[in-house]
């Protein structure tokens, strides 16, 4: 994170339509005036990483395609030369500026192996600490689509997490949250602030605005649920709008601004991890004293109170935590393999004073209340 406290370190979204154009070219003018804004916001001081969609809305037109694919191969291949194109203008507008621009790829594999996850973290904060901007997209081309993100607006949660971020900002076709698709209803109301994305808000988010966009509001929901957890502030509002971001991060846009959760403390690192980037690997049961034990007491999860083992995974691995009626509770990662724990069941409280560790630390363990949303997202 950035050391003077008025300097911050802001992430920001956007995506395909924003980009491109409709016959799937790059808008010079689009990139132009989001490339002056980051330039303002980095000559005032602030570290800025872009998470930038329209690889594929690039791409498409240079393979021969009329309209964007709907075969994946197609849009892969698509992807592979319009995320270049899209880099070479980044890095040429950026270097016109002053600045540097630095690609990175990622699947939603390298966030999955906690190693791979830090590893990504140090690369980043190299480059943001050396002024460098670092341009992120899914890697679309190589990543098979069980693995994938899917959508770059939780990539982009999952990306603010990950570096510590001040502010996330989302840019999209439309200038925030309504309380209904306004699509659907031309009453519908722009929210200012979020304090909770209650159930109501969620049934009032539909699906993309166009045709080159691919997440839609749920899917911004889910990026906004993402950082509210982890105790960053975020924005949404209209691409191309004049200084939206610069704006947006001096608190004076239109749009919708998103409050971290202030009741739930934010998770730290390790927790943002098994929540929201891990892949459990086997789940457990437990009973309803030790969901209190874990959930209202914020203990850690006793050998003794297993009820069950499903699934083959090792020390080390990230399980599910279900209670006996099957609802989840939570993640973990375990201290011991799927078989040392069920070696455990059933077993006297004497015969278990040889097993030292818990079977989840407290500081391991998400509960879904703490996040307040279906972990694993
Ligand atoms: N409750 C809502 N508030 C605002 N926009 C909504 C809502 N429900 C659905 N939408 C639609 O979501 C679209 C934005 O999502 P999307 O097309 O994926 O944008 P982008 O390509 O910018 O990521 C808007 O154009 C709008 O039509
Ligand atoms: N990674 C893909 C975009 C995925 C995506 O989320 O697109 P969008 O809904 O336009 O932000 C690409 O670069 O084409």
Redesign the pocket.
């Known amino acids: 994170m950035v050391n003077d406290t008025n300097n911050k370190r802001v992430v920001i979204?956007i995506?395909?339509?924003s980009l491109t154009s409709l016959h799937g070219e790059i808008s010079r003018r689009k990139l132009e005036k989001l490339v002056d804004e980051v330039v303002r916001l980095k000559d005032d001081g602030h570290e800025v990483l872009l998470v930038s969609?329209?690889?594929?809305?690039a791409g498409y037109r240079k393979l021969g395609c009329l309209t964007r694919p709907e075969s994946l191969p197609e849009k892969q291949a698509a992807?592979s030369i319009?995320?270049g194109l899209l880099m070479e203008s980044y890095s040429d507008l950026f270097l016109s500026h002053g600045y540097m621009g630095s690609q990175i790829l990622i699947t939603r594999s390298d966030f999955s192996d906690e190693d791979r996850y830090n590893n990504a973290r140090n690369t980043i904060n190299v480059l943001l600490e050396r002024g460098i901007i670092p341009i992120v997209?899914?890697n679309?081309t190589i990543t098979v689509d069980r693995l994938k993100f899917g959508?770059?607006?939780t990539l982009s949660a999952k990306v603010a997490g990950l570096v510590e971020a001040d502010e996330l900002i989302i840019l999209s076709d439309i200038d925030g949250l309504y309380d209904a698709d306004p699509r659907k209803n031309e009453d519908a109301q722009l929210l200012d602030t979020v304090h909770e994305i209650t159930p109501e808000i969620e049934a009032a988010a539909g699906d993309?605005g166009s045709s080159?966009?691919?997440?839609g509001m749920k899917s911004k929901l889910d990026a906004f649920k993402i950082a509210m957890a982890s105790g960053i502030s975020s924005f949404l509002g209209k691409a191309g709008t004049d200084q939206i971001v610069y704006d947006a991060v001096y608190r004076n846009a239109v749009g919708t601004y998103f409050e971290p959760t202030s009741v739930i403390e934010d998770l730290d690192q390790k927790k943002q991890w098994i929540a929201f980037n891990s892949g459990p690997e086997g789940e457990i049961t437990i009973d309803h004293r030790a969901r209190k034990t874990i959930v209202d007491m914020k203990e850690s999860l006793l050998p003794m109170n297993v009820h069950h083992v499903n699934g083959r995974f090792k020390k080390g691995a990230v399980v599910h935590i279900n209670d006996l009626t099957g609802e989840e509770i939570g993640l973990g990662i375990v201290n011991y393999s799927s078989k040392q724990l069920e070696q455990m069941i059933g077993l006297t409280d004497p015969e278990l004073e040889s097993y030292e560790k818990a079977a989840i630390d407290s500081k391991d363990l998400v509960c879904n209340l703490e996040v307040k949303l279906p972990v694993g997202v």
């Open positions: 979204k995506g395909s339509s969609s329209g690889a594929v809305a992807a319009g995320q997209n899914e679309d959508d770059n607006d993309p080159v966009g691919t997440g």
